[in-house]
């Protein structure tokens, strides 16, 4: 969000259709729909637990590795497991060469995914251990800190972790004064607002919102409903990959 300094595109124009002006996007999406979801559990051999998402063109690999003796020992907890995450975006993930370091934005949304982990990994169950949960961006066109949740939401079940719910995210846009479902990048660039959202559905929780830009009260009700809404479509496409595997497992057993 805040542009990029070259000529606006449009982003929204409006069709009449049934005698009604409805706002279609940039893609050519309605404002409540996502972009195509391709979910895939399994994906790495060598991790515990592995995930890939994409939202469009938007990739997101995670990795889980654990629960294993934490090191160092003195970080280990007596009563629960720890969770260390990190979210990292790939140098060739963006237009122009990010630099490998990671930024002040990565270790800040490391941070608040690693707290909505904790919402619903049961910890209690593996005291003395850490559970690392890695996230990388391949590739970014918007939405990338919600993929990653709902990609390490699914790693931590490949992996056999003991988790309360399945954590999914998705954020909502204000563009050109229209409220959108699953904003893209440049969507986002020159979005009035930008809100991410992540839920554990069946516990019917919130457990990541940020919000950068402005909505009024009315809105933020619209915006936070309309992130429910595609939440609960992404979470069945989450049951759906897991079955997936386990169902080949069982056959190839």
Known sequence: MGG???EKPVLIRWEEKDGQKLPIRIDGRLPEQLRPIRIEVGVLGNADGSALVEYGATRVLAAVYGPRE?????MALPDRAIIRCRYHMAPFSTEERKTPAPTRREVELSKVIREALESVVITEMYPRTSIDV???VLQSDGGTRTAAITAASLALA??????RDLVAGVAVGKVDGVLVLDINEIEDNYAEADMPVAMAPSLD???LLQLNGVLSHEEFIKALELARKGILEIYRLQKEALRKKYVEVQSSG
Not at 158 to 163: F, Q, R, S
């Open 205 to 207: 929780k919130v457990l």
């Open 158 to 163: 490949d992996a056999g972790i003991a988790m």
């Open 4 to 6: 990029t300094g070259g």
């Open 70 to 74: 934490a090191h160092p020992r003195h």
């Open 134 to 136: 890695y996230m990388e």
